[in-house]
């Protein structure tokens, strides 16, 4: 059934698909460092812009190849008498050499592929580039002619950041902490200042009218390094309360049976920015404004909330923990004998072993915030409550793609909800 010509047109098809691989999945680095050991360092960036090009001739010449090869094969073959091994044997021996071959050259000498038959491509790049070109703009286009104008076309770089980063996670050239931390950067502009703020709910402010002594209590409990002060509301947030400022007053020679300075005084001017900004622009304005803290209004002009840099960071690298948090142990920060606050990303076996809990492990999710992912179904709220398998979980940190921390409190038997039970913990 194989000829000597169908076994050259496969042939010729496996390089041609080692090379369209190869094209567009070697390692960058890598022919980086032969274009140096050559000598041209400068090819690599020309090797790189031809990537599409040389891919879409090779991908070309393999299904030209492969079509004439098996038609050369099966020519004067009674498929129906040749019977299904004999198809099932060529059907195998094409993806061996069209899909295995592949992959497995392109892993093992990707880098030296392309470096090695540049001479051969760059004259062919430069003559079929226009064609390629245009084809592309045909196919950009197309779903104009036919009145699908695409709305989501600004996000295609976007998508296409997302595309390349997860691949390169696939391929190990990534950790997933740092794909992670890119993938928040991607899409700063889609989270709004209102999925990370502190809500006005669990805001910390002092009220103007206190006492110096009070004052100075409540800031020094708080553990916060500036704090909002009000003046005949919560609504009327009149200036920020630095405790820089305390602490100089205080190295100035303040003593505690001189006069009490005014509050108003030490207060700095509040900036407000609208729940509806995006991250990225906050951070911006962070930057120009040399500012940590803003204070967050509704569309009425109301008060909904604070936001800080770290607020904002957080969104690309994660929960903080400053100087002043108590620390974590293995993720898991002790509060009580039957409670403890727990990162998400702790396994349950870990929390269970801790806490002395039976939270399942054989199911489709093996971390805190998966188990709790699960049960809500959605990404929860700050301050959300669910009961399941003994515990009380509670929702301390999270933003609008992931939970962050999580109150566990191991409830004594009988005394929990039936499993699933959900809702949100607002005082009503």
Do not use: Y
Not at 106 to 117: E, P, S
Not at 308 to 335: K, N, P, S
């Amino acid at each position: 059934m194989t000829t000597p010509w169908s076994a050259a047109l496969l042939a010729i098809a496996a390089l041609a698909a080692v090379q369209a691989r190869a094209a567009r999945g070697a390692s960058l680095q890598d022919v980086q460092e032969r274009c140096q050991r050559r000598g041209r360092p400068d090819q690599c960036a020309a090797m790189t812009a031809a990537g599409p090009t040389i891919a879409f001739v090779s991908a070309t010449v393999v299904a030209a190849a492969a079509v004439v090869a098996t038609l050369l094969a099966f020519q004067g073959v009674d498929v129906a008498t040749a019977g299904i091994r004999a198809v099932a044997g060529w059907i195998v021996i094409v993806w061996l050499a069209l899909v295995v071959v592949p992959v497995l050259a392109v892993r093992l000498a990707g880098a030296w592929v392309v470096v090695a038959t540049w001479p051969f491509w760059r004259p062919v790049v430069g003559v079929v580039t226009p064609a390629v070109e245009w084809i592309a703009r045909l196919g950009t286009a197309l779903p104009r002619l036919v009145g699908r104008r695409g709305p989501d076309e600004p996000e295609r770089p976007h998508e296409e950041l997302h595309a390349v980063v997860e691949q390169a996670h696939r391929e190990g050239r990534l950790e997933g902490e740092a794909r992670d931390m890119i993938r928040g950067v991607i899409r700063l502009d889609e989270v709004r200042v209102a999925d990370v703020m502190t809500p006005r709910t669990s805001m910390l402010a002092i009220p103007a009218s206190a006492a110096w002594e009070e004052a100075v209590r409540l800031a020094a409990d708080s553990a916060h390094t500036r704090l909002p002060v009000w003046g005949r509301s919560p609504d009327d947030i009149v200036g920020i309360l630095h405790i820089r400022d305390v602490l100089q007053l205080f190295a100035e020679g303040f003593a505690a049976g001189a006069t009490a300075p005014s509050l108003e005084q030490l207060l700095r001017p509040p900036w407000f920015v609208p729940e509806s900004m995006t991250v990225r622009k906050l951070l911006r304005e962070f930057q120009r404004g040399n500012t940590h803290l803003a204070i967050v209004t509704d569309e009425f002009g109301g008060v909904a909330g604070l936001v800080t840099i770290e607020d904002a960071l957080e969104e690309i690298v994660g929960e903080i923990a400053d100087e002043h948090d108590e620390a974590f142990t293995d993720g898991i920060r002790q509060i009580s004998p039957n409670a403890c606050e727990v990162l998400a990303n702790v396994r349950l076996e870990t929390l269970n072993r801790h806490l002395g809990c039976a939270l399942p492990e054989e199911e489709n999710f093996d971390t805190v915030g998966g188990f709790v992912f699960h049960h809500f179904g959605r990404i929860p709220q700050i301050g959300e409550r669910m009961e399941a398998h003994g515990v009380r979980a509670e929702v301390l940190a999270a933003t609008r793609r992931r939970i962050d921390l999580v109150r566990i409190e191991r409830l004594e038997p009988g005394a929990d909800e039936p499993p699933g039970r959900a809702g949100r913990d607002d005082g009503r």
